[in-house]
C-alpha cells in the first residue's frame, strides 16, 4: 500500500526538524589572552552566506564621553547608521581612515548633522583630531548572529545549528586589526569553547595634525 502524498509531505516536514533540533546547541565561547586572563570587548561572529535580511535596523549610538568612545567597541549590521553625539563640553573631530569606511566628522560639539552609515563589513579604526588619547572601534558584521564577551571574556551563542564557523576579534589583537580568526564547529562541538587571542600594547596613532587642536582640550 502506498502512502498518501499528504503523509510523505509530513514525515519529511518532521524529519527536517528533528535534525535541525538535534543540531542546535549553545555553545559558550571563552576568550582570553596568552596569559590567560579573560577578554571583553572581543566580538565572535557566526559566519552565514545568507544573513536574514531586516527591514529596518535601529540607529546605533557612539558617543565621546570624558574624551573617550563610548562604548569602545561597537557592534553593528553592515548597512546599519551609527550617530556620533558629543556629550562633552569641548569640541572633537570624530575621523578614520579604515579602508572599511573612510570618512571625518569635523570639529562639532552636540550632535552631528547626519549620522553615518555602515556600508561594508569589517573593523573601523575611530580616532579624534583633537585628542590622540581617544580611539574606538566599529566592528561591522554581515548580519548573522554577532555577540560581544563580557568581562569575564564569555559570549554565549544561543541554539547555533552545527557544524558551523566563527570568526572571533579582538582590538589589542597582535594579529592585524582587519584580520579575524576563523574557528570551525563540528556537529559534536563541546558546549564550552576556549579561545587565546595573542595581544599587545596599542601603538601610537597618527593624526590630521595639530591645527585645529588650540583651546579644544
Not at 548597512?79 to 558629543?86: A, E, I, S, Y
Not at 563589513?121 to 580611539?135: A, K, T
Not at 564547529?185 to 587571542?197: D, F, G, K, W
Request: glycine share 6%.
Amino acid at each position: 500500500m502506498m502512502i498518501p502524498r499528504l503523509l510523505k509531505r509530513i514525515l519529511c516536514g518532521l524529519t527536517f526538524l528533528f535534525a535541525q533540533a538535534v543540531f542546535a546547541a549553545d555553545i559558550t565561547v571563552l576568550i582570553s589572552d596568552q596569559h590567560g586572563q579573560p577578554l571583553n570587548n572581543a566580538v565572535v561572529e557566526v559566519k552565514t552566506e545568507r544573513p536574514q535580511a531586516r527591514s529596518a535596523l535601529p540607529l546605533a549610538i557612539m558617543d565621546q564621553v570624558a574624551k573617550q568612545f563610548k562604548p569602545l567597541v561597537l557592534v553593528v549590521e553592515q548597512g546599519q547608521q551609527v550617530n556620533f553625539p558629543n556629550s562633552d563640553n569641548i569640541r572633537h573631530h570624530v575621523y578614520s581612515f579604515s579602508e572599511t569606511k573612510p570618512f571625518q566628522l569635523k570639529l562639532y560639539s552636540g550632535q552631528p548633522e547626519a549620522p553615518i552609515t555602515f556600508d561594508n563589513n569589517g573593523v573601523v579604526v575611530l580616532g579624534c583630531n583633537i585628542h590622540d588619547s581617544m580611539v574606538g572601534y566599529i566592528y561591522v558584521a554581515k548580519g548573522g548572529m554577532t555577540i560581544k564577551t563580557d568581562e569575564s571574556g564569555q559570549a554565549m551563542l544561543k541554539e547555533i545549528t552545527l557544524p558551523a564557523e566563527i570568526t572571533v576579534w579582538q582590538p589589542l589583537q597582535a594579529a592585524p586589526l582587519e584580520q579575524t580568526q576563523r574557528i570551525s564547529l563540528a556537529e559534536n562541538s563541546p558546549s564550552s569553547l576556549q579561545v587565546t587571542i595573542n595581544t599587545t600594547a596599542p601603538t601610537p596613532r597618527n593624526t590630521f595634525g595639530s591645527k585645529f587642536k588650540g583651546g579644544n582640550d
